[in-house]
């Protein structure tokens, strides 16, 4: 059975602080994805990956990073958390091949206070 | 510029009734793939059913069928005879070859179907 996997399903944090959002997938897919989820607005893609220590920002990359050490797993991180970076964040991977479909991890409901 | 637009934020369908979920993209590749995801309250993202651009038959999927205007840019999604269980958000997503790594969604629209 595939899987992506996310570090947390729910998180609260202050304001400032510095956050960590993991992601692992077991399908050495080449694509990793982070994504938030907001009410209205659909999925907007924050940041992918198409391979090892490979990034390319997406469409709201602000206030972000990512990181990928390894191909399995991708990271993304919120330098100094915002309250306006409350949101639900999921993360997604794929092959390569236009057809192929992307897997998505269960979402982390993210809450900065 | 919207790469994929949904246009009805909230659907309601009769149990048993088909019902259609519009869709439409923008691009300039020929070569692109139109993906449409459900997801249910539970929040888990659930992959449907796949249209090539290059296709040449509508695709489907058990009861979900997709209707595939290339002209008009349009790949929207069909359920028949819809059941309880249909009720959830709807994402269509795109992937075009030139940046073949990006799916690209659409805002979504939440289906309800009514017993």
């Known amino acids: 059975d595939v899987k992506v996997t996310q570090s947390s399903r729910y998180l609260v944090k202050r304001t400032g602080e510095k956050v960590f959002l993991e992601c692992v997938q077991d399908m050495d897919h080449e694509n990793m994805f982070w994504y938030r989820q907001d009410p209205g607005l659909g999925l907007r893609l924050i940041y992918f990956?198409?391979?090892?220590?490979?990034?390319e920002k997406g469409d709201i990359p602000e206030g972000y990073s990512v990181s990928r050490e390894k191909k399995e797993r991708f990271s993304l991180i919120l330098e100094s958390a915002s309250t306006n970076q409350t949101s639900m964040y999921l993360c997604a991977s794929s092959g390569q091949a236009l057809n192929t479909e992307a897997f998505f991890g269960q979402g982390t409901r993210l809450t900065v206070v | 510029a919207q790469k994929i637009t949904q246009t009805q934020p909230g659907m309601f369908v009769q149990e048993k009734e088909a019902v259609t979920l519009d869709c439409t993209y923008d691009t300039s590749d020929p070569s692109y793939g139109l993906f449409w995801y459900k997801q249910p309250s539970s929040g888990e993202m659930i992959f449907l059913i796949y249209q090539g651009s290059y296709d040449q038959q509508n695709a489907t999927e058990g009861r979900y069928s997709l209707n595939f205007q290339k002209a008009r840019k349009s790949a929207n999604l069909v359920i028949s005879a819809s059941q309880l269980g249909d009720s959830a958000m709807y994402f269509c997503?795109?992937?075009?070859?030139?940046?073949?790594?990006?799916?690209?969604f659409g805002s979504g629209t939440q289906l309800t179907v009514l017993p």
């Open positions: 990956s198409y391979d090892v220590k490979m990034k």
């Open positions: 997503a795109m992937r075009e070859r030139s940046s073949a790594r990006q799916l690209t």
